[in-house]
């Protein structure tokens, strides 16, 4: 709280929250019973959620306001082998072709199949240095929230705010409310900010943080590098939560520096001295905080169908007769009977048939290593199938320098290219109906990874144990 | 925008909870690039099974949709609105609903009705007992209303206003602009650009 005299006049001024800060600084027009205008810094886009939205911009013989604060990537719809081969599903070609048209109409710069720069949208942004602290970042696409690791304030959006953000780099929102979770203490061996996330939305549920920005806080989560943010921002809206942010600090700027679209010079460091400003205020009012306690989390794995239904790998398959809620003891009883599930097995006897490594989620190069640290020497079990997916091009040659696909390739794993893939099966990467995966991805939704399939959310680790065990499995087990 | 001022329909009780947008239409069926046709993709796995509320013919002409709480989870994909509305859906009404999923309705003119538990609860109880109940919802009076019930819901003036004039935001906010190019003028240079390609 700060007390300010002007002319005689004593005025309080209540400390902001940072996700008040970066909203407040983005606010183009402000009118009463309206919902804020606010400026939209980086709009990245991909093949499936754009077209109608370019269309709609040719109907109404409207440009790209600002095609340099727009970047275009393939990712959802794409192969991820044989990517040198025309895409085999004609239907899925014209949609990726679509794309490109759109961008060569609109001035769009966008990374197509075969560039190096290709991959996942949330992988390519920060990889190119074009996320950055106190950006407002939005996209097409849910897992937008991902950015939010860096002090953003990113989310997902539809296609018709996709067609308002091109048309005028803006969009019109209500404020949300802000939610602090508070994460102390330190993280024992094996476990990973995966598990971080999966606990707190088994904690506070797949709506718990519907109408909030959550701001993720504490001694856990300044100890994270950059990418195990990301994982833990990624997952904001599983929370229900179209954003959620974590205050840049030291670890956030030289993740940044010299990355192609970083600052430089004189502007590095007005930036610099900008992003040290971009944390919440010690008298900022949170409307929610929640606790949880780093020291006792465990590896984190899902038996459900929502990402909310989840439990410490060491536990066994909940009784639906013990949920007090009827909404919640009836979607149990659902789950069991999708997921094929008996109460009161251990997880841990759990057959995995695929594992599934990538993802926006865990499709990052420390993902890769640190899978591979365990996967080395090893190999993929009988009766399972372990893809890896790198989250873009360069993480994929990134591995590939350091020798991570002949690891992979050793233990009998499958290794291809870039792309959301099996996360959510649009493309030909898909589950058979009835076959259970362990994913590193982001949604254990009914049929997500193709009809009927059956998903247990876990972390890089917990797959790679799982795929030399063909059980769900720690690497604590090995 | 097609103007919304009120519909009157029958109900379909969705008796789901947390009814996520993949539910509502799955991936594979996200390949088109037009606005329609997205009827066919609406529940597909669950509409394989003959039991499915949506294969009921009770229940083929409804326009109201009734669904469990936390409705449209997940992907942001706005497919999810346009299946329902292809489908021939004009209103959901829920307990609770995803912000995305809500923002997209209500800006592509499908009307999502948060209404307390207990009145959902009631509403599907009362279509099951008669599926051919007519259910009035008015956006003048912010009602809905079945057999001389009637229970009112929360909905902002502006979103009111905007679906009741069929307005849509692009228009409003171009109206806007000069307000736009003012911002722009004072973003700070080091804010980063997409073009050049730098990488």
Redesign the interface.
């Known amino acids: 709280m700060t007390v300010v005299v002007r002319r005689g006049v004593r005025k309080v001024i209540m400390g902001k929250t940072l996700a008040e800060k970066v909203w407040e600084d983005h606010v183009v027009r402000r009118t009463a019973g309206e919902p804020d205008l606010l400026y939209i810094d980086l709009h990245l886009i991909h093949e499936v959620t754009s077209p109608q939205a370019f269309d709609g911009l040719r109907l109404s013989g409207r440009k790209v306001r600002r095609p340099d604060l727009t970047l275009a990537t393939e990712d959802h719809n794409v192969p991820t082998l044989n990517i040198d081969k025309p895409i085999a599903d004609p239907v899925s070609k014209l949609q990726v072709d679509t794309l490109r048209n759109n961008c060569k109409e609109f001035g769009v710069r966008i990374h197509s199949l075969g560039d190096v720069e290709q991959g996942i949208v949330h992988v390519v942004g920060p990889q190119l240095g074009l996320t950055q602290p106190g950006m407002t970042i939005v996209c097409g696409d849910s897992h937008t929230s991902t950015h939010g690791a860096f002090g953003a304030l990113a989310f997902g959006i539809g296609t018709s705010e996709v067609e308002h953000v091109l048309a005028t780099q803006t969009l019109p929102l209500a404020k949300p409310k802000t939610m602090a979770i508070n994460v102390e203490g330190s993280l024992k061996p094996g476990v990973t900010s995966k598990d971080i996330i999966l606990a707190i939305i088994a904690k506070i549920s797949t709506g718990g943080g519907q109408g909030y920005v959550l701001e993720y806080r504490g001694s856990a989560i300044r100890a994270l590098s950059m990418e195990a943010r990301m994982t833990i921002c990624n997952m904001s809206i599983e929370a229900g939560a179209r954003a959620g942010l974590i205050a840049p600090d030291q670890t956030t700027f030289d993740y940044i520096q010299g990355r192609p679209h970083a600052p430089q010079g004189e502007e590095w460091d007005a930036a610099v001295a900008y992003w040290k400003t971009l944390k919440s205020d010690d008298d900022a009012v949170f409307d929610k905080e929640i606790y949880l306690n780093a020291d006792e989390l465990s590896p984190f794995v899902t038996w459900g169908t929502n990402p909310g239904q989840g439990i410490p790998l060491n536990d066994s398959v909940p009784n639906p007769q013990e949920f007090t809620d009827p909404e919640e003891r009836t979607a149990a009883e659902r789950a069991l009977v999708y997921m094929d599930l008996q109460a009161g097995t251990p997880m841990k006897k759990i057959k995995i048939d695929t594992v599934f490594l990538g993802s926006c989620t865990n499709g990052r190069i420390e993902d890769l290593r640190a899978a591979a640290a365990i996967i080395k020497g090893n190999k993929v079990a009988a009766n399972t199938r372990m893809m890896v997916v790198p989250g873009s091009a360069r993480v994929r040659l990134q591995a590939e320098a350091e020798g991570l696909d002949q690891i992979f390739l050793a233990a009998g794993a499958e290794w291809r290219s870039a792309g959301c893939s099996m996360c959510l099966g649009m493309n030909p990467d898909q589950l058979q109906p009835g076959e259970r995966s362990a994913s590193t991805s982001n949604r254990n939704f009914e049929g997500r990874q193709g009809k009927g399939g059956r998903t247990h959310l876990v972390s890089p680790l917990v797959a790679a144990a799982t795929a030399i065990r063909g059980t769900l499995s720690s690497p604590a087990d090995l | 925008m097609e103007k919304f001022i009120s519909h009157t329909g029958t109900g379909i009780p969705l008796r789901?909870?947390?009814v996520?947008t993949?539910?509502i239409i799955?991936?594979?069926y996200?390949?088109?690039?037009?606005?329609s046709g997205f009827e066919d993709g609406l529940f597909a796995?669950w509409r394989s099974d003959p039991d499915f509320v949506l294969n009921k013919p009770e229940y083929s002409k409804a326009t109201i949709l009734v669904a469990?709480?936390?409705f449209g989870?997940?992907?942001?994909?706005?497919?999810a609105?346009w299946a329902l509305q292809n489908y021939g859906f004009k209103v959901v009404i829920s307990s609770?609903f995803?912000?995305?999923f809500r923002?997209?309705s209500l800006?592509?003119g499908l009307l999502t009705v948060i209404l307390p538990q207990s009145e959902v609860e009631a509403l599907w109880g009362a279509i099951e007992k008669n599926p051919a109940l007519s259910i009035s919802v008015d956006l003048e009076s912010k009602t809905v209303s079945y057999e001389g019930h009637s229970v009112s819901f929360d909905l902002?003036?502006?979103t009111r206003w905007r679906l009741m004039e069929g307005l849509?935001?692009?228009g409003?906010?171009?109206r806007?602009?000069s307000?736009?190019e003012q911002?722009?003028q004072k973003?700070?240079?080091?804010?980063?650009?997409?073009?050049p390609?730098?990488?």
């Open positions: 789901r909870s947390n996520d993949d539910q799955p991936a594979v996200l390949k088109r690039v037009t606005r796995a469990g709480v936390d989870t997940g992907s942001s994909r706005e497919h609105v609770r995803a912000d995305i923002g997209n800006k592509g902002d003036d502006y849509d935001d692009i409003l906010t171009m806007n602009l307000d736009v911002f722009e973003r700070a240079k080091f804010k980063p650009k997409t073009l390609v730098l990488s």
